[in-house]
């Protein structure tokens, strides 16, 4: 008798994070996509996908063109609700200097809120599903500034999760999460 192959079992098209956050396996990153960003966001959408990740960096993201299109989706009957939405705090050093969404000269804590009501703003809504700071800062203090920043915002109902990428020094890791 010859063996059966088993086709292999589907994944849940969801996870549940620690934060207890229903978060697509598969997001759709919106950077680099310039003019074509609302149109491609929708496309996407209508293609399935329920998750978008963007950034409040006009160097690479349009956050407003997400916004854009979230209220097109809405019109069209898929609710904010329905999309896991991902923004992200990003340092100054990986900004456009000429269009930084922040006044670098304040606080840390300062650009972190003011990055995010822009955010809020672009994306024309009050929360985002999950704030993730781009990238660790220069030392372990300011990321940790930056990550109490994060959590005032997580702490008032505007965050559901928070994290952190771009970040491949495990003990720094390790250090934030004790």
Same mark, same amino acid.
């Given at each position: ?6 086709? /292999?079992? $589907? ?7 620690? !934060? ?8 759709? @990153?919106? +950077? ?11 496309? &996407? ?9 963007? %950034? ?10 997400? @916004?854009? +299109?979230? !209220? !097109?989706?809405?019109?069209? @009957? ?18 456009? /200097? ?8 304040? $606080?840390?804590?300062?650009?972190? $809120? ?8 672009? #994306? ?8 993730? #700071? ?14 109490? &920043?994060?959590?005032?915002?997580? %702490?008032?109902?505007? +965050? ?6 771009? +970040? ?7 250090? #934030?999460?004790?």
């Amino acid at each position: 008798s010859s063996p059966v192959s088993k086709e /292999p079992e $589907a994944l849940p098209s969801t996870v549940t994070t620690k !934060a207890n956050v229903q978060m697509p396996r598969i997001i759709y @990153g919106t +950077a680099w996509k310039k003019e074509r960003t609302t149109d491609l966001v929708m496309q &996407a959408v209508m293609e399935g996908f329920r998750g978008i990740d963007t %950034a409040c960096q006009p160097k690479h993201y349009s956050e407003p063109s997400v @916004g854009k +299109a979230l !209220a !097109a989706l809405e019109k069209k @009957g898929i609710e904010r609700k329905a999309i896991f939405l991902q923004t992200k705090y990003t340092p100054y050093r990986g900004q456009d /200097p000429n269009n930084c969404p922040y006044d670098p000269k304040t $606080a840390l804590a300062s650009q972190v $809120a003011v990055s995010f009501a822009t955010s809020q703003k672009n #994306l024309q809504t009050d929360y985002v599903d999950s704030l993730v #700071l781009h990238s660790p800062m220069t030392t372990y203090e300011e990321t940790l500034t930056v990550w109490r &920043a994060m959590e005032d915002i997580h %702490a008032e109902g505007h +965050a559901h999760q928070l994290g952190i990428s771009n +970040a491949y020094d495990l003990e720094l890791l390790k250090r #934030l999460n004790t």
